[in-house]
């Protein structure tokens, strides 16, 4: 069953036929990069936001009234204490929480200003949009190529040079194509973790999302590689807007432009924002005090 459920997950996140088609308008190529992206050029301000956002799992609320904004082509964190409901947040921005039996959520999620909880909403192509890179390195047990071939494949594209350069230009960007390009046919198993970590990024970037959310993506990596996944999301930044929940303070400081911080009052009760804002201010001059102690080691 592993495999099913993997397959569900990137499925959630793959773009529609259409979209990946448009790549071969008239030839059987991908169009040239200016091109690609001026495709992708951002509204100023804020990509997403968050408006009165509350969640339930089977009736229980783990998030309550979360308003925040998602500043375009930038790196937000977000953090708290565990069990604060900051993956669950993270899931609420393209829907995922719906794959969850008994998941309930209100308020008001916009993706340039269109609330994608709406009634009709294109919800394969929401999650076309917004991709999600999670926790553990989940590389299907296929060659590198097929990996990030998979998404274009799924959804009708079959050329092969069309496939080639969807395939290079992702693990490009995704700093890996120097380590891997002589392994493409090799099982991407075998790769380090850091390695299957970045293929992951790489298998999202295949369908052109516009928003990335990572959830704990270097937890289970080393220094090394965690540096090079660092690295990396301060190069992706210049195209895309990316969303991380990190218990890492230290990493929040490091890679990100802007900070929300979520916490709970007690055991079992719903997580809530305590403070958002520029990263630098948020743990340099915190306005809340709640933040400077969660900060400051004194709780979480």
């Known amino acids: 069953m592993p495999c099913e459920a993997d397959e569900e997950e990137v499925r959630g996140v793959k773009v529609s036929r259409e979209a990946l088609l448009e790549v071969m308008e008239g030839e059987s190529d991908l169009p040239p990069d200016d091109e690609m992206e001026g495709e992708k050029d951002l509204a100023q301000g804020n990509k997403m936001e968050l408006s009165g956002l509350s969640l339930s799992y089977g009736g229980k609320k783990v998030l309550e009234d979360i308003s925040m904004p998602i500043p375009a082509r930038s790196i937000t964190a977000v953090i708290g204490p565990s069990g604060c409901g900051k993956s669950s947040l993270l899931r609420c921005l393209n829907r995922m929480n719906e794959l ?12 340039d200003g269109e609330d994608v909880y709406a009634p009709g ?4 192509g929401l999650r076309r949009r917004v991709g999600m890179v999670f926790q553990k390195p989940n590389p299907f047990p296929k060659s590198v190529y097929e990996n990030v071939a998979y998404g274009p494949r799924l959804y009708g594209v079959r050329q092969k040079k069309v496939l080639d350069r969807i395939v290079e230009e992702s693990l490009r960007r995704a700093a890996l194509w120097d380590e891997v390009k002589d392994k493409l046919g090799s099982s991407a198993l075998a790769l380090s973790g850091g390695q299957q970590q970045r293929l992951c990024i790489a298998r999202v970037l295949a369908v052109q999302p516009e928003v990335i959310l990572l959830d704990e993506p270097c937890s289970a990596l080393d220094p090394i590689s965690t540096q090079r996944i660092e690295d990396l999301l301060h190069e992706l930044k210049e195209m895309y807007t990316i969303v991380i929940v990190t218990h890492n303070m230290q990493q929040a400081a490091r ?15 719903p997580g809530r924002l305590v403070e958002f804002g520029e990263t630098e201010e948020v743990f340099t001059n915190p306005r809340k005090k709640k933040t400077e102690d969660y900060i400051t080691g004194r709780f979480g």
């Not at 890679?255 to 009760?269: H, L, P």
């Open 100 to 111: 969850v039996d008994g998941a309930r959520v209100e308020g008001k999620v916009y993706l």
């Open 121 to 124: 909403f294109d919800v394969v």
């Open 255 to 269: 890679v990100s432009d802007f900070t929300a911080f979520i916490t709970i009052e007690e055991q079992g009760s």
